[in-house]
């Protein structure tokens, strides 16, 4: 294990899901696959189980967010909008789940890819200075940027 590795630990609730891997090293983001099959009716919210849970390093954390092609396959939305495990949530039966809430009927099949994750080292102590006035050069505000 190289100075950049962290181990993680994993147990897999089901052998419907594949094993967790990197696709071909493109990406930092690792795909979670639905445990079972879930239906939903436009307007419902249900939480899908990922079928693992996982033993993270002291001092990180998970960041679970939807597959760019979820909305487009599914219309589904995750409800929270970015989901965040802590290194706490590790017991032996502490089962991911992705809350989705669907805008249209669809169906989730067990194995299909729907979410995924990265690890991150927790974000440092921050010590707030208040200021009367900030030097940094003003961008115009929110959606100063424009279209192009």
């Not at 249900?46 to 954390?61: H, S």
């Not at 921050?126 to 003003?138: C, K, P, R, V």
Request: with cysteine; charged share 30%.
């Amino acid at each position: 294990m190289d100075e950049r590795s962290v181990k993680v630990e994993i147990r897999y609730l089901t052998d419907r899901v594949e094993k967790l891997r990197y696709i071909d090293g493109r990406s930092d983001w690792i795909d979670l696959r639905a445990a079972e099959d879930v239906t939903f009716r436009c307007g419902e919210y249900k939480l899908i189980p990922l079928g693992v849970a996982i033993r993270l390093p002291e001092g990180y954390e998970a960041h679970v967010v939807p597959r760019s092609s979820t909305f487009r396959n599914y219309g589904l939305l995750q409800a929270n909008s970015f989901g965040v495990v802590d290194e706490s949530y590790c017991g032996n039966d502490d089962q991911w789940f992705v809350p989705m809430y669907a805008t249209r009927d669809t169906v989730v099949r067990a194995n299909d890819r729907i979410c995924q994750f990265r690890i991150m080292r927790h974000q440092p102590v921050i010590e707030f200075e208040e200021t009367g006035y900030l030097s940094g050069e003003n961008r115009g505000g929110f959606g100063s940027t424009g279209r192009q």
